[in-house]
């Protein structure tokens, strides 16, 4: 809910609470004033009643509403009192109030009381009036309030508005500054003072680490490279088996810590999001090309190759994480398979899935995603945690199932079972 | 001035980038082949340094039979003078059009074959292990820790198909680890 919706809905809400207890007790005092009104008029009536018989010395004929009766002289003194009575009306077939009004006094020796009734306004009129004014003022206020929004939405809350979108789209690795625009607003301006300052650190420190992973693949790269050239240049002396052995261990050693090397750092980079540039990719081309690849080791093997379906598949990635990870998950089927066993593939709108015959039970889901967990002793066991670690930062489902074959799915976010996901995604 | 036939150019140098010394070297208008090396599998430099005029690319660690490798077939790129024709005694490779004769006699590989043959060729006399022949032959994001006996099994073919032709067996087995083409 936007801030202003949400002023706007508490005022409103607020609004409508004062103005229920307000018309409550507006209902109450209009009332009691309309009594008051009426006490006030009718005393002025009987002063003038008890004037003419004064005067006269006999009792006028009066309205039905005017009654005076000769009465007992009263204990104590005189009295005047007013109450609000319902009296029959026969011709509309309802009770309607009247006010009636009683003073005793005392004329020529005698006592007398005057009996004064006066029409009220009725109490449903009365409410239907105060009722309408509230919802007039309920709708006009709610009418002022929507067009002060849109006005305020206009001029206030548009640099803001600006300025989150800026946030929303800020990318650490773009290397211009974060400038946020002023607003005029103080607290505004604050916040974007805050906001500058807490990225300011966060970018530099992101640089520093971009920096510090790429310079210190470099810095063990150099020496490896050292290392295996001059191992190199001995294996090409006149050794002796057992020296021979050593210095091509030696060098196989070297260049899987090398590898082992790189691979963490493509998780590194993976992780710090340092592959921006998406392009369209098909999966299905990736796949077919891979395949063409390896044709002659799959073919050694005597692997056979079979699609389940074959269509287009495409997946916004950087090409180079594309191709890791279609290679990755094929070279895991080829590698982890029987001889003589089989690879089926199938690339759907919303699916790639690659499934191949290898050990007869299952292997354990939860870990085979996890980094150094070697299927075998040769391989350094990041091959997978790569491909999930890809599939997490762009927001792909990847699963694996064992029904006869070890099958690796990964399901695209537009895919309705993960729709949820996605959404969740999209909020933040 | 002297000119050049390759430029093996390192991205980090000392002093600066390399990339800006390629961009320097091609300024003005050096027609040596460059070959970058660096230490950054970073696929930016990668398409930034071909990108601005290189020939070949290499992350390190590499072998230096693979770089002898990228090197004569960068040279036989270059020049036109018939240096596509890797000989080797009674065995000559046309790098052009990817044929293979062994006494007159054309002979049929496949493209592992061709590779595997023309790898040992361009480094005769040197010593390769099974793992660089691996890493040459195929992507080197291809896991290969159990496939050398591929390797095996197409060093054989191509031993037989040389044999057949009446050509020497060139290749030499160095205790099951490495391998010599070489006629010593």
Redesign the interface.
């Known amino acids: 809910m936007k801030f202003l919706t949400k002023i706007n809905r508490n005022f409103f809400f607020l609004f409508t609470f004062m103005l229920l207890i307000i018309s409550v007790a507006g209902y109450f005092i209009l009332n009691a004033m309309f009594l008051e009104e009426a006490r006030e008029g009718l005393a002025r009536q009987s002063a003038m009643i008890q004037d003419e018989i004064q005067k006269t010395g006999e009792l006028p004929q009066y309205d039905p509403l005017t009654q005076i009766t000769l009465i007992a002289p009263p204990k104590g003194k005189l009295q005047s009192s007013i109450h609000k009575i319902n009296l029959p009306n026969k011709k509309e077939d309802e009770v309607e109030p009247y006010a009636e009004y009683n003073r005793q006094v005392l004329i020529r020796g005698n006592y007398y009381n005057i009996r004064l009734l006066q029409k009220m306004i009725e109490s449903d009129d009365l409410v239907a009036s105060i009722g309408g004014a509230l919802f007039l003022l309920l709708v006009l206020s709610f009418m002022v309030s929507y067009f002060v929004n849109k006005r305020m939405n206009q001029t206030i809350w548009k640099k803001f508005e600006e300025n989150l979108h800026l946030i929303e789209h800020y990318n650490f690795q773009t290397k211009e500054p974060f400038a946020l625009r002023q607003t005029g607003i103080d607290e505004f301006d604050r916040l974007n003072a805050i906001v500058f300052k807490m990225t300011q650190k966060l970018h530099d420190d992101y640089q520093s680490l971009k920096e510090f992973t ?1 310079n210190a ?6 020496p ?2 050292i290392a ?2 001059n191992l ?2 001995l ?2 002396q006149p050794l002796s ?1 057992e020296t ?2 050593k210095v ?1 261990t030696s ?2 050693a ?2 899987r810590l ?2 082992l090397n ?1 691979n963490l ?2 998780l590194a ?1 993976i992780e710090n999001r340092q592959f921006t540039q998406k392009e369209k990719i098909n999966a299905r081309e990736i796949l077919e090309h891979k395949l063409a ?2 044709k ?2 799959l073919d ?2 005597k692997i056979d190759v079979q699609w389940e379906h074959r269509n287009d598949c495409f997946i916004n990635m ?1 090409p ?1 994480l594309a ?2 990870l279609i ?2 998950l094929l ?2 089927a080829m ?1 982890h398979n029987t001889p003589k066993g089989m690879i089926s593939l199938s690339t759907t709108t919303d699916t790639i899935q690659l499934c191949n015959t290898g050990l007869p039970e299952p292997l354990n889901a939860t870990k085979i995603f996890n980094r150094f967990e070697k299927g ?1 002793p ?3 066991g990041l ?1 997978l945690a790569i491909v999930k670690q890809i599939c997490d930062t762009h927001h792909l489902t990847i699963e694996y199932t064992f029904s006869d074959k070890h099958c690796f799915s990964i399901i695209l976010p537009e895919h309705p079972t993960n729709k949820t996901a996605n959404q969740t995604f999209s909020n933040h | 001035m002297y000119e050049y036939d390759i430029i093996l150019l390192d991205i ?1 140098l000392g002093d600066g980038n390399g990339l800006d010394l390629l961009k320097i070297i091609k300024k003005h208008n050096v027609q040596a082949g460059i070959i970058i090396l660096s ?5 930016d430099d990668k398409i930034n340094g071909l990108d601005l005029g290189a020939d070949d690319y290499m ?7 693979e770089l002898n490798s990228r090197i004569k077939a960068l040279l036989r790129r270059r020049k036109f003078d018939g240096s596509h024709i890797v000989a080797f005694n009674e065995i000559a490779l046309d790098t052009d059009s990817k044929t293979v004769i062994v006494n007159q006699q054309r002979i049929t590989l ?3 074959e061709y590779d595997l043959l023309l790898y040992f060729m361009v480094n005769k006399n ?2 390769l ?1 099974k ?1 660089a022949i691996a ?1 040459h032959l ?6 290969l ?3 050398f ?2 390797i095996y ?1 197409h060093m054989n073919n191509l031993r037989k198909k040389i044999k057949r032709c009446g050509g020497k067996d060139y290749i030499k087995t ?2 099951g ?2 391998y010599q083409f070489t006629d010593q």
């Open positions: 790429e693949s470099h810095e063990l790269q150099t490896l490279s295996l050239f190199e240049e294996l090409q088996e021979f052995k091509v060098m196989n070297l260049k090398s590898n790189q750092l493509l980079k690849e390896l002659p080791l050694f093997k950087h180079f191709d890791i290679n990755n070279t895991n590698n075998n040769h391989s350094h091959g | 980090t230490a950054k599998n970073s696929l992350t390190k660690p590499f072998q230096l039979t496949t493209r592992k040197r010593v292990t793992e890493e195929w992507d080197d994001n291809i896991d820790a159990d496939n006996d591929f099994t160095l205790y680890m490495g």
